[in-house]
């Protein structure tokens, strides 16, 4: 293995880790601050994939086509708060499982219904195609770096909104003791939309990112859901903290394995621990920190 | 007890009849309702939300499949294996997630049902993520075999009532009281002395070789071995039939199964989108039907 080879994955490790931070935010925020389970979450990365698909073929530039696929997956995701997800708050978490489980088989569905069965390609603008030359034998696609930065750039933003914002203190409040800041005064009903819409756009960040690399169709968003559930545990549900760690490993672990695991195992056995090497790692976490690595004990 | 009634009278005299389509909607009801019971087990009497078990049920599946690739198809031997390994990956699957619960057991339990999801799609000379064609099909005595609807309607009803009987004893008995007690009142029955996880573990482990016998069946009546089995869809629609049924009831989640199945045969032929009005009947049931099928029947749900 070269080391060329070696740095290029540890960069789709890194970037890997980065989108998957993206998803774990909104999967960790919703249940900190709103006890919810959201399993739809994965439905918005998908939402916002295709709308990136519909925004580019209907508008000319790129940066609008985002702006615009994004304002949508605003409006799509405050809808669906004020119509379905704010009633399951109070409901138990079979309950929410089983709705929100409802709301991503009817989402997935509708996009098929809307946009047919064909996966959609997302063409990407020239000027951020090609590969970036480092050295003479290292290159690396540009795209790549730049879904990288935009993920950091959006984990500053968010940390900047949480951290040095009113809203965003309400929100740690929120994620901390639940019935306080409702006492406090704080208006609850407009912060839960808040936090369900900011973790809609985040999902769906990570789906216009991923849209010109996957192709783009139904049930997309479902395998990085469940990696980014796998993220939240590892991590423990509620930290923030925990989930960037817990992203980053994930996203290394994953494309690294995918490197070793054939070549020392054989490709059937090889190829088989490395899809599950993630919920190996997490089964080998809960084992020994049930709460995951930076949670508090649960109750 | 009267709506029982009818309802078994009618799974029993239906294959009767020369009408393939409603043996094999039978068969899919018992299938489905093998699963809907072994899952409420955990999710209404230990009282963790499991949405991982499809992954026993695949295991009934791939067992059924691989045998019979191997040339093994006698029921008496293929009802053992499924069995034996459901109860070992059972026992494992549940001795690390009951130590956890809440959130962590329904993303656990969904965890290793995908490790299990990979490791059939990347089973490549079985077909890898297609599956394939279950190769012969698994046989009783004197040449009846499950090829045949009628035969595998019989045994999945017959394993069905097996799989009530066996969970009305369970939960009947000491050891159903203490489950029941650890999941309304944990601390109290670790004041009086009784640890409650070996408990749930042994149900745990019983509710996966349940799950597992309905996997057999499933690979029988699909006459296809796939991933798609142990998908998380699959998980989520046996949770679905259990909680439509009424959860923490042994009966509700046949009729749950039974009205899933009923409105996936109705709903496919009007739309090809059965999935999209899945969705919405599962919203509507959490949002507007609080008690279940069972609610409907019963006065209590109980």
Not at chain 2, 221 to 242: D, K, R, T
Request: charged residues 10%; aromatic residues 12%; glycine residues 10%.
């Amino acid at each position: 293995m070269s080391l060329g080879l070696f740095i290029e994955q540890v960069f789709n490790g890194l970037q890997l880790g980065m989108i998957l931070f993206l998803m774990a935010v909104g999967v960790t925020l919703t249940f900190g601050v709103m006890n919810l389970i959201n399993l739809a979450h994965g439905s918005m990365l998908m939402l916002g994939a295709f709308l990136i698909a519909f925004a580019t073929s209907s508008v000319k530039s790129f940066g609008l086509a985002i702006l615009l696929a994004m304002a949508l997956v605003f409006a799509l995701s405050w809808t669906i708060e004020k119509v379905l997800v704010k009633y399951l708050y109070s409901k138990s978490h079979l309950d929410q499982v089983l709705a929100t489980f409802g709301l991503s088989l009817f989402l997935n569905d509708a996009v098929i219904m809307i946009w047919g069965r064909e996966p959609l390609f997302v063409n990407l603008p020239t000027w951020l195609e090609g590969p970036v030359q480092f050295t003479a034998e290292f290159s690396y696609p540009l795209y790549r770096l730049v879904i990288t930065a935009v993920a950091i750039f959006a984990g500053i933003v968010l940390w900047f909104l949480l951290t040095k914002t009113r809203l965003g203190m309400q929100i740690r409040a929120g994620a901390e003791k639940r019935e306080m800041i409702g006492a406090l005064g704080v208006n609850i009903n407009f912060l839960f939309t808040a936090v369900f819409a900011m973790s809609a756009i985040l999902a769906a960040l990570a789906g216009i990112m991923l849209g010109p690399m996957l192709s783009v169709q139904s049930g997309m968003g479902e395998p990085l859901l469940i990696l980014s559930l796998a993220v939240v545990v590892i991590g423990g549900i509620g930290s923030l903290k925990g989930a960037l760690y817990a992203a980053i490993l994930v996203g290394l672990v994953d494309t690294l394995g995918r490197m070793v695991w054939p070549n020392l195992l054989g490709a059937i056995v090889g190829n088989i621990v490395s899809n599950a090497a993630i919920y190996i790692l997490m089964a080998f976490v809960i084992a020994i920190r049930p709460a995951g690595l930076f949670g508090r004990r649960m109750g | 007890m009267w709506t029982f009634g009818a309802i078994f009278l009618l799974a029993i005299l239906i294959p009767l009849f020369d009408h393939v389509y409603y043996t094999k909607l039978v068969t899919r009801i018992s299938v489905f309702a093998i699963a809907a019971v072994s899952l409420d087990l955990v999710v209404g009497f230990v009282g963790r939300v499991s949405l991982g078990h499809a992954a026993f049920f695949g295991i009934g599946v791939y067992s059924a499949g691989i045998l019979a690739n191997l040339g093994i198809t006698q029921i008496w031997i293929v009802m053992p294996v499924a069995i034996t390994l459901a109860a070992v990956i059972g026992c494992f699957i549940g001795a690390i997630s009951l130590r956890t619960s809440g959130l962590y057991f329904i993303f656990i339990t969904l965890a290793f049902s995908q490790m299990l999801f990979f490791t059939a799609q990347g089973l490549r000379m079985y077909g890898g993520d297609d599956g394939f064609t279950l190769p012969a099909a698994t046989k009783w005595f004197w040449g009846f075999d499950l090829s045949q609807p009628r035969v595998l309607a019989y045994t999945m009803i017959a394993a069905l009532i097996g799989v009530v009987y066996i969970a009305q004893r369970v939960m009947g008995s000491n050891f159903g009281k203490v489950i029941l007690a650890s999941r309304d009142n944990p601390r109290k029955v670790n004041s009086m002395g009784l640890m409650p996880y070996p408990y749930q573990l042994t149900l745990f482990t019983i509710s996966a070789c349940m799950c597992a016998v309905g996997g057999v069946g499933y690979a029988n009546l699909n006459e296809y071995v796939s991933p798609a089995s142990i998908s998380w869809i699959q998980s989520g629609e046996f949770l679905f039939m259990v909680i439509l049924g009424s959860a923490g009831t042994i009966l509700g989640p046949i009729l749950g199964a039974a009205a899933f199945v009923c409105m996936e045969q109705v709903f496919s032929t009007w739309t090809e989108y059965w999935m999209f009005c899945l969705g919405i009947i599962l919203m509507l049931r959490v949002l507007f039907l609080k008690r279940g099928l069972m609610g409907l029947i019963t006065k209590n749900g109980q």
